[in-house]
Structure formats: structure tokens, C-alpha cells
């Protein structure tokens, strides 16, 4: 994007409302000219389980998104790093969808901080895959968060073919909106994330709250930015009986039950939660008969010391009786505990989007969330769920008090959350990705220089 800094509209990518999830039939079948993508996800594998260690949102939106591009007609190859021995070459998730395990580095987890040493690595292996196809393999280059977005640009440059750009996250943004005892996000990273802005020939933003920040905080050109809200499975997440899912795990059905989901880490601030919840049971300590709040998640960065800082801070807090922790859950499993609760709480200090939230609101559950990033278009505030300024535990505790105390508003806003999610089906994003894509498309060729030419395959004769 050679780092323009021209000001104007963000280019806006088709979105339709829907009522339901597309039915893929009426989706655009893509023609000649994009029928294969290379899409990276180098520091995290989309077939890790969301809500532990580095896997969260951005892993269920590779996986939703590979898999409605290519009933689209867009075949997808996944490129991710190899953790562990063992791990097959590749792994078919679904017909046109292939993440392909890329060897470098240590056979083991290790902090995306580490990763910037192991992508000359990655670059490789990924560079390797496609040597082995005919001339033209990939149409495109599809690159998540800004590690694979270096990758990406390697290879995009290589083979000729666009390079589009999903942040998901931004250093900037997350250093400005610090949780309490959080590390800052490293320079590197900052200037990292420039390098991609400048080099990508499209960005693709979660809202647009995200592509403002592309372009204030980085110079992004705003008509080489398109909006594309994630997406939700609308057949898993549905409304349904609170009452067999309170008993499936062990809830009372008369009990008043918060529920927290996401990583344990200080950028989510499951504390929030637990102070709030005590906050409450201060204020009505009847609420100590039926008060029980969950906490489903797994550790991330610090690691088990986050889980043990919250069980110390709900024991230190008096409630600690009335606090669950609970491992991440597979997304059957995770629908039925948002059924379960009354309340969903999003208390992140960022969010590209706030996938949770989302999720919550298609089973019928309402959400209190913080009126941060990509949460203000997450939740419809007062139709969906309710915003929370600031992360002030008395704050909190007095928006969610009223709610628990009215099955009448709980009742109004699970009608409002449901339709409020409606409009996130993940065939709508495939659809809206499929227009960035031809877009970028577009905007590679005309960028072209004078005398340079495709090969027949696609990798330039220069």
C-alpha cells in the first residue's frame, strides 16, 4: 500500500442482512481467475482449541471462513506452524479446505513474540508448497494477524498475486488500552504491523471502528480497505431450554448464573467478573444463595499463574464458593453454556470484534459488554445486551444487578439477541470476503508495471 496516507471513505464490501445463515447456493460461484486461495495462520493453527493459549476468535474465523469460501468455489490451503512431532503434513478439514503444517522451529509451543526468529523458516516451507504445484497454483494470498502477514508478503510477491491483510488485532490499539499489570505489546510488533499495512494490496477490517484505526494509527489508504464483520454458525449456536442445560452441567435452575468465556488473560479481564460478582453479593447478600458465576477458559500468555491470581482474587473477595472455573469447551458444548446462563460478560480492554459476544446473543443469551473496539458493533446496546463504559467493578455490578433482578428485560433483550446475531452469518462474510478478494484483484493488476506481463500459470515473467 506503499504507505499512503490519503484520507476518504473506507470501501465498503457488499454486506447482506440475513435472517438465517446463507443457504451457499446463493452464493456467488466464483469464476476463472479465483479459484485458489493461500491463507496463513502461522502463529496459531485453526485446529487448536479456542480459548487456551494463543487460540481464540481469529482460529474459529480461519476454520468458518476456509470452509464457506470453498463451498463458494474457492478451494483453500491453510498454512500453519508444526507444534509437536507427529503432526501429519496436512489435515483435511473439509472438502476444498487443507491446513498444511509447516516445519520450523521448535516441535513445541513457544510465544509469538518468539516466532519473528522462526519466519525465514516459515517462508520456506510455505514457498516449498507451492513449488511443487503447476505454475499459478494460488490466485491470491490471504494472510491473519501480522506475523503471517510478513509471510504473505514474501510470497505474494514471489508468485504475483495479491496480498490481502486481516490484523484481527492491532499493537497500537491494544498498548493504548492497557489492562491493569498487562505487558505492553513490543516496538517490533509496531513496526512489524506497518510493514504489512504498507505492503498488502488490500486490508479486510473487522468493523469499522478497526478501519479507522487502520488509517489514523497507520496510513492506511481508506479505499483499499474493506469492512467484513466475522461471522457465528447459526445452526450450532440456537436458542434453547435453559433448564436442560443448567442440568447437563450441574447449574440449579433456580440459580442466577454469569458466565465469562475466553482466555485467561488481563486483556480480557475475566477479574472484571469476579469483582463485579462481589460487588453484587455486597449490595443483596441474598444473591449468596443462587449467585454462580462461571468462568470458562483456558490460560494464556502468563499461563496457570492467571488461573490462580483469579481463584486467589474470588477467595480474597468472599465469593470464592460461588466462582466455577471451567476448561475451554468444543463449540456443542459451548452453546450449551451460553444457553445456560442469564448473563454473558464481555469485559475486554480490546476487541477487533468480540466473537463471544456474537455467539451468546444466537443462543438467545443477553450480553454486558464493554463499550470497547469491535464490541460496539457486536452488541446492539439496549436491543441485544447492554454497554458498559470503563471496567469499574460498582459499574458493572450496576448494570448487571437490574437484569438479574427482571426476568422482563432478560427476556426482552434474548428476543433482541437473536436477531441482532442474524445478521452475522459466516456465509455473509465468505460472500463480502469474495468481493475484497476481486477487489485486490483488481487493484494488483492495475498496479502492474508498465511492460511486466503473467506468465500463463500467474508467477511473473520478470
Not at 450480553?367 to 447492554?386: C, E, F, I, K, N
Not at 437484569?403 to 446475531?421: T, Y
Amino acid at each position: 500500500m506503499g504507505g499512503r496516507s490519503v484520507r476518504g471513505k473506507v470501501a465498503q464490501t457488499t454486506r447482506v442482512r440475513h435472517d438465517r445463515d446463507v443457504n451457499m447456493k446463493t452464493l456467488p460461484v466464483v469464476g476463472r481467475g479465483l479459484n485458489r486461495v493461500a491463507l496463513l495462520s502461522v502463529h496459531t493453527s485453526p485446529l487448536d482449541q479456542p480459548g487456551i493459549g494463543d487460540a481464540g476468535g481469529l482460529n474459529v474465523y480461519v476454520v468458518e471462513l476456509s470452509k464457506r469460501l470453498a463451498q463458494a468455489g474457492v478451494e483453500v490451503d491453510v498454512f500453519t506452524r508444526t507444534t509437536r512431532g507427529g503432526m501429519p503434513p496436512t489435515v483435511a478439514v473439509a472438502d476444498g479446505v487443507t491446513v498444511h503444517h509447516v516445519p520450523s522451529g521448535p516441535l513445541q509451543g513457544i510465544d509469538k513474540n518468539d516466532l519473528p526468529a522462526h519466519l525465514c523458516a516459515l517462508t520456506a516451507g510455505v514457498l516449498r508448497a507451492e513449488a511443487s504445484r503447476a505454475v499459478g497454483w494460488y490466485d491470491l494470498v490471504h494472510s491473519h494477524y501480522w506475523l503471517s502477514g510478513h509471510v504473505g508478503s514474501v510470497a505474494s510477491e514471489r508468485w504475483n498475486v495479491p496480498l490481502v491483510h486481516s490484523m484481527h488485532t492491532m499493537a497500537k490499539v491494544k498498548n493504548s488500552r492497557l489492562a491493569v499489570g498487562d505487558t505492553p505489546e513490543p516496538h517490533m510488533r509496531v513496526v512489524g504491523e506497518q510493514q504489512v499495512v504498507d505492503s498488502a494490496d488490500w486490508l479486510v477490517a473487522n468493523t469499522k471502528d478497526e478501519a479507522d484505526d487502520l488509517v489514523q494509527l497507520y496510513g492506511a489508504d481508506p479505499q483499499r480497505v474493506s469492512v467484513v464483520h466475522p461471522g457465528v454458525d447459526l445452526q450450532v449456536f440456537t436458542p434453547g431450554s435453559q433448564s436442560k442445560a443448567r442440568a447437563t452441567h450441574g447449574i440449579a435452575e433456580d440459580a442466577q448464573m454469569i458466565l465469562f468465556v475466553g482466555r485467561i488473560q488481563p486483556l480480557k479481564a475475566p477479574d472484571v467478573v469476579i469483582r463485579s460478582a462481589a460487588r453484587l453479593v455486597e449490595r443483596d447478600p441474598q444473591l449468596r444463595t443462587n449467585l454462580v458465576v462461571v468462568i470458562c477458559g483456558g490460560p494464556s500468555g502468563a499461563g496457570p499463574e492467571r488461573l490462580d491470581e483469579l481463584r486467589q482474587l474470588a477467595q480474597h473477595l468472599g465469593i470464592a464458593d460461588l466462582v466455577r472455573f471451567e476448561p475451554p469447551a468444543d463449540r456443542h458444548e459451548l452453546a450449551d453454556w451460553y444457553r445456560a446462563a442469564d448473563v454473558v460478560c464481555v469485559p475486554s480492554h480490546s476487541e477487533s470484534f468480540g466473537l463471544v459476544a456474537v455467539e451468546a446473543q444466537a443462543c438467545a443469551t443477553p450480553v454486558v459488554a464493554a463499550a470497547v473496539g469491535g464490541l460496539r458493533t457486536a452488541v446492539d446496546d439496549g436491543v441485544s445486551g447492554l454497554l458498559v463504559d470503563g471496567h469499574h467493578a460498582n459499574d458493572w455490578a450496576d448494570v448487571i444487578a437490574p437484569l438479574l433482578d427482571s426476568k422482563r428485560a432478560l427476556a426482552s433483550l434474548a428476543r433482541g439477541a437473536r436477531k441482532h446475531a442474524e445478521n452475522f452469518g459466516w456465509s455473509a462474510t465468505a460472500a463480502s470476503t469474495i468481493e475484497a478478494y476481486r477487489q485486490a484483484s483488481h487493484e494488483h493488476a492495475l498496479n502492474q508495471p508498465a511492460g511486466v506481463r503473467l506468465a500463463a500459470g500467474g508467477r511473473s515473467s520478470a
